[in-house]
Structures are given as C-alpha cells and as structure tokens.
C-alpha cells in the first residue's frame, strides 16, 4: 500500500511536468529573455519567496552567481530574506514583518533591475507588497507561479512576465518550479556561453 502511494506521487510529478512543458516554454524563455536584459545591461536581480519557496529563491540566486552546470562569470543576482534576524533590527508594530522584503527592494532596487519572485499561491503579503515597491522603482517583475497566481497575477504588468504551473497541489507546483528554475539557470547558459551538443 505504501509503495503504490510513492509509486503515485512520482507518475503525478512525471504526469504534470509532461503536460507543463508545452504550456510553460514560452514563459520561461520570456523569463531567460528577461533576466539576461537584466545582467548584460548591468543591472541586478533580487529574488525572493516565501515560506518554501524563500528557499528556492536563495537556490536560483546561488546557480547566478555560483554558475550551474559550466563555468562562466558570476551573474549579478542577490536573494531577499525574510527571517528572524532580519526582524530583529526591524521597527515594531504591525505589518513590520509583511513590509520585509518591499523595504529591501526599495533599499537596493534600481530601474533596470528585476525582482524575481517564487510563490506557490500568489497570495502572500509580503510578496504583493515586494512587488508593488519593485515597480515603483520601475523594475522588471519575473514571477513564478502556480495555481491561478492569486492575487500577484492582478499586479504584474505587460513587461512582467509570468510562469505559472497549472496545478492546486503546492507539492507538485514546487517540483515543477525546481524544474523551471533549472530551465532557466540552462537557457541563460546557453544564451550567455552557447549551446551544448549534449546535455551534462
């Protein structure tokens, strides 16, 4: 019985991403498109999630500068917290959590820069807001997402660009984000160092 439930879980995970693919491509190449804008013209990304998605954010900034699968020049890209120690030196009072991460885009954001943001639902405060601070500082909005994005879909703008994985179950969406992410850490490679025959 147990293994028929873990034999399940891999044909779902093996089921959505099959499905994703076609659907997907074209945002994530938007997205490859963006970032590269960002780092060949100077600029910078922030990334930044929330709950198991923070880690995430921290995992695509690590591929940027750290490389993925080749070497090449660090890409400028910097992951946002929102954390404990970052609240400790924070003013108190309400809202000083959901206000985190906006004050960090608005502290380190310039126009021409891009806020990469990863969300299961779409509906967390501090993501909104983060997004809001990143376009009054006339960045660029990369969001990936699931479900129906929530309400971050309603405050992307034409330029933004959106991933968003047609599944309700946040596992399964974060397993197709992991799979995103290597997507685009690969397509910037390939764009910045050239194509592979083979993959590694």
Request: hydrophobic share 50%; glycine share 8%.
């Given at each position: 019985m147990l293994e028929q439930r873990i034999q399940q879980h891999f044909i779902e995970s093996a089921d959505l991403k099959y499905q994703a693919a076609q659907v997907l491509s074209p945002h994530i190449g938007a997205a490859i498109q963006a970032m590269l804008a960002c780092v060949t013209n100077g600029a910078k990304m922030?990334?930044?999630g929330s709950g198991s998605s923070?880690?995430?954010?921290?995992?695509?900034?690590?591929?940027?500068?750290?490389?993925?699968?080749r070497e090449r020049p660090e890409l400028a890209?910097?992951?946002?917290?929102?954390?404990?120690?970052?609240?400790?030196?924070?003013?108190?009072?309400?809202?000083?959590?959901?206000?985190?991460?906006a004050r960090q885009v608005r502290a380190l954001g310039q126009a021409g820069?891009?806020?990469?943001?990863?969300?299961?639902?779409?509906?967390?405060?501090?993501?909104?807001?983060?997004?809001?601070?990143?376009?009054?500082?006339?960045?660029?909005?990369?969001?990936?997402?699931?479900?129906?994005?929530?309400?971050?879909?309603?405050?992307?703008?034409?330029?933004?660009?959106?991933?968003?994985?047609?599944?309700?179950r946040a596992a399964r969406v974060r397993e197709v984000h992991a799979l995103v992410l290597h997507c685009l850490c690969d397509g910037m490679d390939a764009q910045l160092l050239g194509d592979q025959e083979s993959f590694l």
């Amino acid at each position: 019985m147990l293994e028929q439930r873990i034999q399940q879980h891999f044909i779902e995970s093996a089921d959505l991403k099959y499905q994703a693919a076609q659907v997907l491509s074209p945002h994530i190449g938007a997205a490859i498109q963006a970032m590269l804008a960002c780092v060949t013209n100077g600029a910078k990304m922030l990334v930044c999630g929330s709950g198991s998605s923070a880690a995430q954010a921290q995992q695509l900034a690590d591929f940027c500068v750290m490389g993925f699968e080749r070497e090449r020049p660090e890409l400028a890209a910097l992951a946002l917290v929102h954390d404990a120690m970052w609240m400790a030196s924070a003013p108190t009072g309400a809202g000083a959590d959901i206000a985190a991460l906006a004050r960090q885009v608005r502290a380190l954001g310039q126009a021409g820069d891009l806020l990469f943001v990863i969300t299961t639902g779409g509906n967390e405060p501090a993501l909104l807001e983060a997004v809001q601070a990143a376009h009054e500082r006339d960045m660029t909005v990369a969001a990936l997402t699931g479900r129906d994005a929530g309400a971050l879909a309603t405050l992307l703008r034409e330029t933004d660009v959106q991933i968003c994985v047609p599944h309700d179950r946040a596992a399964r969406v974060r397993e197709v984000h992991a799979l995103v992410l290597h997507c685009l850490c690969d397509g910037m490679d390939a764009q910045l160092l050239g194509d592979q025959e083979s993959f590694l």
